[in-house]
């Protein structure tokens, strides 16, 4: 007699594993801290605030664990006169200090670990944005229907 044997231990999608780390560490935040960098078009930025929006929306509501779109938020810094240019060191810098004090602002329940933010980069990494990658994300990747420049209204 032939036994079928049971499939091994599956993944988890990306989008239950944030949901798992935001509910076993009592997190009520996700998302990136995204710095501007580059001030020569604001038309750019725009489309790439809206644009980094969309997809992640769009792609969370086709997942296994919609509900984490409540929980999503986007931190977009700018301030022409300190981050124009800015170095990755310097917005290291600036990052940590805004994230010593915002996990515990933007989640008062939740759970310390000696490790720090485990699980939730949210408060370990940020996004740099300088010239190349907001033209790229502007105007190089699919664009939400309402700033699709390669769709004509009839």
């Known amino acids: 007699m032939m036994r079928l044997r049971s499939p091994g231990p599956t993944l988890a999608s990306s ?40 997809q992640a929306r769009e792609l969370i509501a086709k997942s296994d664990a919609p509900e984490i779109a409540d929980s999503l938020e986007w931190t977009f810094i700018e301030g022409r006169d300190t981050l124009e240019n800015a170095s990755k060191d310097q917005l ?29 980069p949210r408060y370990n990494y940020f996004v740099h944005v300088d010239h190349d990658a907001l033209r790229s994300v502007a105007y190089d990747t699919p664009q939400p229907p309402e700033l699709d420049l390669d769709c004509s209204v009839m």
Do not use: M
């Open 15 to 54: 989008e239950r594993d944030i949901l798992s780390h935001l509910r076993a560490n009592n997190y009520d935040k996700w998302g990136w801290v995204i710095y501007r960098c580059t001030y020569n078009d604001d038309e750019a930025w725009s489309r790439f605030k809206n644009v980094v929006n969309h």
């Open 92 to 120: 290291r810098t600036r990052f940590n200090a805004w994230a010593a004090g915002a996990a515990d602002v933007e989640n008062p329940q939740r759970i310390k670990h000696p490790y720090g933010f485990y699980g939730i």
